[in-house]
């Protein structure tokens, strides 16, 4: 069992930066693939960011690519998910996901944390 902790979300201004981080208790963080997920008032849930479980690999949609970064720590059982250059659009409550290397959806979800970015 995997449980998760977003912390950093917050109020910022267009053209701001955040930082989100997620804390993973469990002993089997260092094998799940990590990710971050956010859903904004009256739209679907839109995928952001993924890691593997070495970090060598990621994924980002052309939404956030090139403005949003995902890594992890896996001594420190922690993601992070570094924002620059936010937009008003990608006000949302970010939440962050993980599953098992051997699994293909994502079986555990934190309880989310809210961006707001104003213009």
């Known amino acids: 069992q995997v449980q998760l902790a977003e912390s950093g979300g917050g109020l910022v201004q267009a053209g701001g930066s955040l930082r989100l981080s997620c804390v993973a208790s469990?002993?089997?963080?260092?094998?799940?693939?990590m990710g971050w997920f956010r859903q904004a008032p009256g739209k679907e849930r839109e995928y952001v960011a993924a890691i593997n479980w070495s970090g060598g690999s990621t994924y980002y949609p052309d939404s956030v690519k090139g403005r949003f970064t995902i890594s992890r720590d896996s001594a420190k059982n922690t993601v992070h998910l570094q924002m620059n250059s936010l937009k008003p659009e990608d006000t949302a409550v970010y939440f962050c996901?993980?599953?098992?290397?051997?699994?293909?959806?994502?079986?555990?979800w934190g309880q989310g944390t809210q961006v707001t970015v104003s213009s």
């Open positions: 469990g002993r089997a963080f260092s094998t799940y693939v």
């Open positions: 996901v993980a599953h098992s290397a051997d699994r293909d959806s994502w079986d555990y």
